[in-house]
């Protein structure tokens, strides 16, 4: 499997962006996931989706103003960012594994196997 991720960019404190992360590959039990790390820290989980349930993850910072989508056809997750914080600003990565129903594993970025680029979200204030 293999991920792309793009659509970051520079921004203002409020307003929206969307991350895009297409995979290549047979990902239909997969979930894809995305993950952040701000300068200085550790990566850390932002929001998952799994690509052959219903079901959705997302970090508590992000609730309400993050939506994590999909689009099985294309393969694609999406991650619908909205009223962006300067404490939003970070390289945003995808990430995929095989669905598991335990958060904790789904939320830890030393259990996925395949990984994007990386894409640059910066919120000025």
């Known amino acids: 499997v293999q991920l792309q991720a793009y659509g970051g960019g520079l921004v203002q404190a409020g307003d929206s962006l969307r991350l895009s992360c297409v995979a290549s590959?047979?990902?239909?039990?997969?979930?894809m996931t995305w993950f952040r790390q701000a300068p200085g820290k550790e990566r850390e989980f932002v929001a998952a989706?799994?690509?052959?349930?219903?079901?959705?993850y997302y970090t508590d910072s992000v609730k309400g103003r993050f939506t994590i989508s999909k689009d099985n056809a294309k393969n694609t997750a999406y991650l619908e960012m909205n009223s962006l914080k300067p404490d939003d600003t970070a390289v945003y990565y995808c990430?995929?594994?095989?669905?598991?129903?335990?958060?904790?594993?789904?939320?830890?970025?030393?259990?996925?196997?395949?990984w994007g680029q990386g894409t640059l979200v910066t919120v000025s204030s």
């Open positions: 990430a995929a594994r095989l669905w598991v129903r335990q958060p904790e594993i789904l939320k830890s970025p030393r259990y996925y196997n395949y």
């Open positions: 989706i799994s690509l052959s349930t219903d079901s959705i």
């Open positions: 590959g047979r990902t239909f039990r997969y979930v």
